[in-house]
């Protein structure tokens, strides 16, 4: 990747665009022209508007859908399974009592300050920002729209001189704070579930956010360590005695974790579920095992994850 590619946008860039063209997108996401149309052609990922003359222009959103889709094929999800996971998505997001979100033109502006802040290093910067968009919007619709995408596009632009500083910072800055909003919100005497990685196969940011987003005044979610072996989860639900074991995963579901969770069933007395994007994806080898799959945390999961435990959901 060159550097025109993997520069930052400047300044007031969001601010004077409204649409892209091809060589724009290429330059914001590093992903080159020939893939940016492979996707819109095979796929139907993409659907750019088109000029007059026949050349692509991109809105906002889409920008967005390259970089979610980029995220999720660098976590070996195949192209061709992306088109099921941005429909869900976008179901989620339409589903009744969603909260009804900003332009895609103000999400926009809101993740290049965020972004300028994280590139300059400027905590105090960041910590307002972040206040001013949880005293509009609600935990989820913040972190969906605003700051994952942003920890996401740093991730990706790490291999870039000083990106991996910059993305370390915004990581560093978020983790602190969803560990102190997890803490606030375990309300007490409510049900308790606890939340494992599959280790390698998340960060933990996305293990702590997936215990924000599925708590609520009901029932408290407990975040195992990064690290936490899965031989030894059978150990600690015996002792902790949890109402049901969650288990996160982002990458695309293997032969070898299908057995792992064939073994994790056997050693726990607890109920297991699986959430994440593995559970979007691994959903229907998945189908009659003891197995629950929830989906990917949010909203629609934390709803099913309460029907589960409740015994209304079918596995």
Request: charged fraction near 20%; aromatic fraction near 6%.
């Amino acid at each position: 990747m060159t550097d025109a590619i993997d520069s930052p946008p400047s300044e007031d860039f969001f601010a004077r665009q409204e649409l892209f063209p091809i060589r724009e997108v290429a330059r914001l996401t590093g992903i080159n022209p020939v893939t940016l149309r492979a996707w819109e052609r095979r796929y139907g990922l993409i659907q750019p508007t088109r000029t007059d003359s026949g050349h692509r222009l991109y809105s906002h959103a889409d920008v967005e859908t390259v970089r979610l889709i980029q995220a999720w094929t660098q976590r070996g999800v195949p192209v061709s399974k992306v088109g099921d996971l941005l429909a869900r998505a976008a179901a989620a997001k339409a589903a009744p009592g969603a909260e009804p979100p900003a332009s895609n033109a103000d999400w926009a502006e809101w993740q290049r300050r965020v972004q300028q802040a994280a590139c300059q290093f400027d905590e105090a910067r960041l910590e307002q920002l972040y206040g001013q968009l949880f005293a509009v919007w609600s935990t989820a619709v913040v972190f969906q729209e605003v700051l994952m995408p942003v920890w996401q596009h740093l991730y990706v632009r790490r291999e870039t001189f000083g990106g991996t500083s910059e993305w370390l910072f915004l990581d560093a800055f978020l983790r602190a704070r969803v560990l102190q909003r997890l803490q606030l919100a375990r309300p007490a005497g409510a049900a308790r579930v606890l939340l494992a990685q599959v280790p390698g196969q998340c960060h933990e940011l996305e293990a702590l956010l997936a215990g924000l987003l599925l708590g609520s005044d009901d029932l408290a979610v407990g975040v195992l360590a990064a690290g936490q072996p899965l031989e030894e989860l059978g150990l600690v639900c015996a002792r902790a005695r949890p109402q049901a074991l969650l288990l996160l995963s982002h990458h695309t579901p293997s032969g070898e974790l299908h057995r792992q969770l064939q073994r994790l069933v056997l050693s726990v007395e607890c109920p297991v579920a699986l959430v994440g994007e593995a559970a979007e994806l691994g959903r229907a080898a998945l189908a009659g095992t003891p197995v629950a799959c929830l989906g990917r945390p949010g909203t629609v999961a934390a709803s099913r994850l309460a029907q589960w435990l409740a015994g209304r959901l079918d596995t």
